[in-house]
């Protein structure tokens, strides 16, 4: 990963220490993450206003590190080592958050689900000593859950590291994921745990998958994300690689579940109540018709 140049300071920066620079490769990482500081214009992500509480600093700093590309500049150089050390992140209830994006994957997220039946990675994050080091802390990573082709980043490296089982839907193998040892087939759901439940939900790529964890916790990869912008779920019209149709078709199939907490790969997660998700699950559908 690269650090930020001041001499390519994007000029729509706001005046003062924190800035985005040209190499910017517009992931949004940061928008959702530190939303007070950071907005996007002529698709690249800029600092629109500096952060002003200690909070507002903090979240623009974690996307300072976790910046796929190294994007983010600070001219003051602070100590970045509580951040670091803050990951990953608790969300909720075991589920951590992992920070370190990879460019490799344009910047998806990656989440870690603590268990005692064995560690779970959903998606890879950027493989950095000092996350793997926390990581083996935490108990290391039996499971490496890659929710479909495009996030995939260091699959082999964590594999590797930990000696986890990787599992990948059969219909996006490709020649970087060939040696993944578990492939899922079909569209039915796959139970792989008493708590995890493999859902396929192809649209966006052939072979997408969504994981169910505790019947709370939905892991949607580039399926499902919240949009700040229409204040709803969507599913990412402008980026689906293989069909829309079916994607709306896999939407529809994710009203039989219940789950409070949505945990995209790209876009804002979010959580509702698990009485309230299928009414917003039908909002995203709603849209879906005329997007």
Not at 20 to 33: E, H, S
Not at 67 to 79: A, L, Q
Not at 216 to 241: E, T
Request: charged share 25%; proline share 5%; net charge negative.
């Amino acid at each position: 990963m690269g650090v930020a140049s001041h001499a390519q300071r994007l000029p729509q920066n706001a005046a003062g220490d924190l800035y985005v620079d040209a190499t910017c490769i517009d992931c949004g990482m940061c928008r959702w993450l530190a939303p007070a500081t950071f907005d996007e214009q002529d698709d690249l992500s800029y600092v629109r206003r500096q952060p002003e509480t200690a909070d507002e600093t903090k979240l623009a700093l974690m996307a300072l590190v976790g910046c796929p590309t190294g994007s983010i500049g600070s001219e003051r150089k602070p100590d970045l080592a509580p951040i670091v050390a803050s990951f990953p992140t608790s969300i909720d209830d075991g589920v951590f958050y992992c920070g370190f994006h990879a460019e490799a994957s344009f910047g998806a997220t990656s989440y870690l689900i603590v268990r005692e039946a064995g560690n779970v990675l959903v998606d890879t994050p950027r493989f950095t000593r000092l996350l793997v080091e926390r990581i083996a802390e935490m108990g290391g990573v039996a499971t490496i859950f890659l929710t479909h082709r495009d996030d995939v980043a260091d699959h082999a490296k964590w594999a590797a590291r930990f000696g986890a089982r990787r599992i990948l839907h059969a219909d996006d193998v490709s020649d970087g994921t060939r040696d993944v040892e578990h492939k899922l087939e079909g569209e039915a759901p796959i139970s792989l745990a008493e708590d995890l439940l493999a859902i396929p939900t192809p649209g966006h790529t052939r072979g997408s998958m969504c994981l169910l964890y505790r019947d709370k916790f939905l892991f949607s990869g580039d399926h499902l994300a919240w949009s700040r912008r229409r204040g709803h779920p969507v599913a990412f019209r402008d980026a689906c690689w293989y069909d829309w149709r079916v994607l709306r078709r896999s939407m529809e199939r994710l009203l039989a579940f219940r789950f409070e907490w949505v945990l995209p790969g790209h876009g804002e997660r979010f959580r509702f109540p698990s009485s309230e998700m299928p009414a917003q699950m039908q909002r995203c559908l709603d849209w879906m018709t005329t997007a």
